[in-house]
């Protein structure tokens, strides 16, 4: 718990005066990952009686020592951590006594293209498990993203009669539906009541076209919201030194947006496939497996176990109550191409779901009415599980392959698949979510135009790259429906990592924004990508000077939706700032001025 401190003070300290290499060796002497294996025999049921001699440990192929070992039995600490005088290793006698080791529950509902009467039926189940599974000293938070907003339902607390009453007032609350729930049927029935002898068919054609490339763009966007805040709650949690679970409730994420209307249109007017216009999902798979990779690689640094409730609509035939779905070209599918596509949109949300799951050590369930039973087996896992200690090899940041092997036989052995330590840098700007969640404990004083400010020592945990930001007052858009931003910040050049192109060096930012109520709810916005080159002819030799260049970016305003209450009282605009190329982030919360 002492190295924290230390590594927030290298972090911050390295944008301008580079820390020695011996500096970090010093660190990496004392760091220690912690890997949970859960070890079932072939009936499921729990094995809990191995040593650490049973368990060897790999990581990226090659064996490593274990030199922190322990095992939890009925949710007890059963063994005794590793000691030098016992050889570095010592599973102790059984503590019937030992204090219950806590569980931190996380509920994640993803509204996002889901149907209430599903959704409800899996809160229902897992208020249910949850009411006989929590325990004295474990603490719950409900957290909900709709697709718009994002709120967390209260803080994390031991009060389970509040975590309780929170997902049961959600089951009463109206799903903002997706683009695929409000206005697909419609552009089916469009395109199906087209005539082929039409005159105007090419112009209903490219009108449809359109509707649906808005939608494909509003579905990828609200997919890019579910993906951040997951992410963001991740980066929260990776702070707790304890066992958290995480359960998600939601469809997935689909990399291929309005993929099946997209299809429909191409089956209904096969020679307009090739126009300038004409909607492509697959312009945006890159970009959204980019996102889901960000969360995976998240993960990895995080003792998160991932459990997913799946509340997708399953369009195919032949799945079952487990998830399990036919492989492509099964006669399960149905015969168009359109539903075809549409079901392998389907797959890919629910191969994302699972694998979430799965690389964590967790476990994939579908909603059904079994399922607050089947829960029970999560509840296993964290009363039953082993704790191997190592110490990683090489520099922080780096994702590392981990393989278990149990001297069991038939033994069934469930653990993260990847592990990755995080970065000094990563830790100093892990306060992302609590400056988002909680934005007045985030002090960060008003900029002077033209110049950046001063910052606290609370400030700067997490700004460590020194950036001052503004918000102006909100004002209509052309249209008078929209709202626009406008924003401004600077950025000190020497907090910045750039590569050389030649003559010029290029440093790459991703910035993202959120805005943030008075009640907590948060509205993310969007996220832009930012590069910046200057010649080496402009950057002068010392780097004594360099911290004196600022960058003044006089970018676009960002566009509010209608209904979102930007202009309310109390209202905070949140930036979180990324460098590309060092992993550097920044978040900061400013108020909006009031336009009234």
Known sequence: MLLLPLLLSISITAQTDPVPAHVYGEVIEVRVINVDVMVTDRNGHPVSTLKHEDFELFEDGERVDVTYFSRIADGRMAGDPASPEEDGMNAGADRADAAR??????????????????????????????????????????????????????????????????IAKLEKERVSYGPTFTAAASIRRDIRDVNPADREMQYVARNIANRISFLMEEEARRTRNALSVLGALVDLLARDTGRVALVYVGSGFTTLPGSALTEAWRSHFPDAADWIGAPKPEVHKVALEHEILAVFRRLT?????????????????????????????????RATEGEILGD???????????????????????????LSRQLDSARTDLNHYYSLGYSPQGVPGKSRKITVKVNVPEALVRHRQAVRERTPKE???????????????????????????????????????GIAFEADRPRRDRSGRDQLLPFRFNLPLASLKFISTGRSRRANLAMHFALVGPDGTIWPLESREQSLEIPDAELTADPDH??????????SPLRVKAGIPVDAEGMRLVVSVEDRIARTRSTIAVAVPNRR
């Open 301 to 333: 640094a995080a003792r998160i176990t991932f459990y997913t409730i799946h509340v997708g609509e399953n369009t195919m035939t032949g799945a079952d109550e487990t998830g399990i779905v036919p492989q492509t070209g099964s006669s399960a599918f």
């Open 427 to 465: 830790l100093a700007g892990e306060g992302t979510v609590a400056a988002i969640a909680h934005p007045r404990r985030i002090a960060v004083p008003r900029v002077a135009a033209g110049r950046p400010a001063a910052v606290s020592d609370r400030a700067a945990a997490v700004n460590p790259m």
């Open 344 to 370: 392998r949109a389907h797959m890919i949300e629910l191969g994302v779901a699972r694998d979430l799951a799965e690389s964590t050590g967790g476990i994939f369930f579908k909603v059904n009415p079994a």
């Open 101 to 166: 080791t806590p569980v931190t529950w996380v509920v994640y509902v993803d509204q996002t293209n889901v149907q209430a009467i599903r959704r409800n039926q899996a809160l229902q189940q897992l208020r249910m498990f949850l009411e006989r599974a929590a325990t004295p000293g474990d603490r719950g938070i409900v957290a909900v993203m709709d697709g718009l907003a994002f709120r967390l339902k209260q803080d994390i607390t031991e009060n389970w009669d509040e975590v309780i009453g929170a």
């Open 546 to 555: 360099q911290t004196t260049y600022a960058w003044h970016l006089d970018l």
